[in-house]
């Protein structure tokens, strides 16, 4: 099992925190989901408040305003002999970008999706059996940073870390292999992924081949995990939201949206920006160890997902990170250091204690 399984029992949660509403089961959104009118929806960690427009505030969405479609996140095709470069520069003027011709069958896709739904598609008391233990860091539940709103999210996740085995027994017990096979095979092929974008991104950081070598020796230990999102149709999609604003805590996130967008991410100057999938592509986001090793050159996205009134959307992401032991510095050829060395472990416990604060409290 991965080691950051570690990190999380020593932050454990309490149960209002980890248990999802029963969505199958209302038909209006309860008080406990209502965001318009709350404090807690405005990043002003993230961004400083003179980025953060008088109009972005408190605004979740309105279904009758096409969020910002004019800046374009970049596409980058892996095949491309410059896509190196190109995945740099993505990282640093974004910290998100699409990624096509990445290799992986499109058949993975469907099966990956296909086993999301079928697993949020069971009753509420059979999701119940899988729950997320208040120290565990696997299973059926909220979103980790649930404790840090005052409001709910329309949001119901799975996290896989290694084997899904324990918990797809509970939930089938006679039909749970096929659910296995696809989770280890989707992590499997996300592993390889994740390397050869940390490759590239070591590469347009213009690193030595020796400097290349030891930071994908550290790498290929990675400590990751693969989180199935769920976000039911919902009465009123303008007053709740899917996930709060956030930023990802480890290195990478590759995303595979399914048929439909709902992740917007922000941007100085533009606000929220939707995130259209284009065809056959995966996104990628910039997390926040990335951030530190890259000494703030590269930019850990803050995003959020908004939700749909007659669509039930299903996100699969894979966070790769690294081992819980593993010191996290930037490096030294990019300046004067922004933000001081700590171990992962250390940084995940200020996160957890903190949430997006934990950035700036590790800045020099
Ligand atoms: C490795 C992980 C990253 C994550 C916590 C988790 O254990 C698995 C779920 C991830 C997620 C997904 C939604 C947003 C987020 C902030 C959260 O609450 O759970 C991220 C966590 C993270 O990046 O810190
Ligand atoms: O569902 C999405 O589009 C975003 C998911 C996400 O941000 C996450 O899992 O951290
Ligand atoms: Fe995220």
Same mark, same amino acid.
């Given at each position: 099992?991965?080691?950051?399984?570690? &990190?999380?029992?020593?932050?454990?949660?309490?149960? *209002? *925190?980890?248990?999802?509403?029963?969505?199958?089961?209302?038909?209006?959104?309860?008080?406990?989901?209502?965001?318009?009118?709350?404090?807690?929806?405005?990043?002003?960690?993230?961004?400083?408040?003179?980025?953060?427009?008088?109009?972005?505030?408190? +605004?979740?969405?309105?279904?009758?305003?096409?969020?910002? $479609?004019?800046?374009?996140?970049?596409?980058?095709?892996?095949?491309?002999?410059?896509?190196?470069? !190109?995945?740099?520069?993505?990282?640093?003027?974004?910290?998100?970008?699409?990624?096509?011709?990445?290799?992986?069958?499109?058949?993975?896709? $469907?099966?990956?999706?296909? $086993?999301?739904?079928?697993?949020?598609?069971?009753?509420?008391?059979?999701?119940?059996?899988?729950?997320?233990?208040?120290?565990?860091?696997?299973? !059926?539940?909220?979103?980790? @940073?649930?404790?840090?709103?005052?409001?709910?999210?329309?949001?119901?996740?799975?996290?896989?870390?290694?084997?899904?085995?324990?918990?797809?027994?509970?939930?089938?017990?006679?039909?749970?292999?096929?659910?296995?096979?696809?989770?280890?095979? !989707?992590?499997?092929?996300?592993?390889?992924?994740?390397?050869?974008?940390?490759?590239?991104?070591?590469?347009?950081?213009?690193?030595?081949?020796?400097?290349?070598?030891?930071?994908?020796?550290?790498?290929?230990?990675?400590?990751?995990?693969?989180?199935?999102?769920? !976000?039911?149709?919902?009465?009123?999609?303008? /007053?709740?939201?899917?996930?709060?604003?956030?930023?990802?805590?480890?290195?990478?996130?590759?995303?595979?949206?399914?048929?439909?967008?709902?992740?917007?991410?922000?941007?100085?100057?533009?606000?929220?920006? /939707? &995130?259209?999938?284009?065809?056959?592509?995966?996104?990628?986001?910039?997390?926040? =160890?990335?951030?530190?090793?890259?000494?703030?050159?590269?930019?850990?996205?803050?995003? +959020?997902? &908004?939700?749909?009134?007659? *669509? *039930?959307?299903?996100?699969?992401?894979?966070?790769?990170?690294?081992?819980?032991?593993?010191?996290?510095?930037?490096?030294?050829?990019?300046?004067?250091? /922004?933000?001081?060395? =700590?171990?992962?472990?250390?940084?995940?416990? @200020?996160?957890?204690?903190?949430?997006? /604060?934990? =950035?700036?409290?590790?800045?020099?």
């Amino acid at each position: 099992m991965s080691n950051l399984c570690e &990190v999380y029992r020593k932050t454990p949660l309490k149960p *209002h *925190h980890i248990i999802p509403l029963d969505f199958q089961s209302v038909e209006s959104v309860p008080d406990s989901h209502v965001w318009s009118d709350c404090d807690d929806y405005n990043p002003t960690e993230i961004l400083n408040s003179h980025l953060w427009p008088e109009s972005h505030k408190f +605004r979740i969405q309105d279904e009758h305003i096409v969020p910002n $479609e004019h800046p374009s996140i970049p596409i980058i095709d892996l095949t491309d002999s410059n896509a190196a470069d !190109y995945v740099g520069q993505a990282c640093q003027t974004w910290g998100i970008f699409h990624v096509t011709n990445h290799g992986l069958p499109l058949g993975l896709f $469907e099966d990956v999706e296909s $086993e999301a739904r079928r697993l949020f598609s069971l009753p509420s008391q059979q999701k119940m059996k899988a729950l997320r233990s208040p120290g565990g860091a696997t299973g !059926y539940g909220s979103a980790r @940073m649930a404790p840090f709103f005052s409001k709910s999210m329309w949001h119901e996740g799975f996290t896989i870390m290694g084997s899904s085995v324990d918990h797809a027994r509970v939930l089938w017990p006679n039909d749970y292999k096929r659910f296995c096979e696809v989770m280890d095979e !989707y992590q499997k092929q996300m592993k390889a992924l994740a390397h050869k974008l940390f490759l590239m991104i070591l590469k347009s950081m213009g690193l030595s081949e020796e400097e290349q070598n030891w930071a994908l020796m550290v790498q290929s230990n990675e400590s990751n995990a693969l989180q199935l999102n769920s !976000y039911p149709p919902c009465p009123d999609p303008t /007053r709740t939201v899917g996930l709060a604003p956030h930023t990802d805590s480890l290195l990478l996130t590759i995303l595979h949206q399914s048929d439909s967008d709902g992740l917007e991410v922000l941007q100085d100057g533009a606000g929220w920006v /939707r &995130v259209h999938r284009a065809p056959g592509s995966l996104t990628i986001n910039v997390g926040d =160890l990335m951030h530190v090793f890259s000494n703030g050159k590269f930019k850990s996205v803050c995003h +959020r997902a &908004v939700v749909k009134r007659t *669509h *039930h959307r299903v996100s699969i992401a894979y966070f790769s990170g690294l081992p819980a032991d593993s010191v996290v510095g930037p490096l030294s050829k990019l300046g004067p250091p /922004r933000y001081r060395a =700590l171990t992962v472990e250390e940084y995940l416990g @200020m996160k957890a204690q903190h949430l997006d /604060r934990a =950035l700036s409290l590790i800045r020099i």
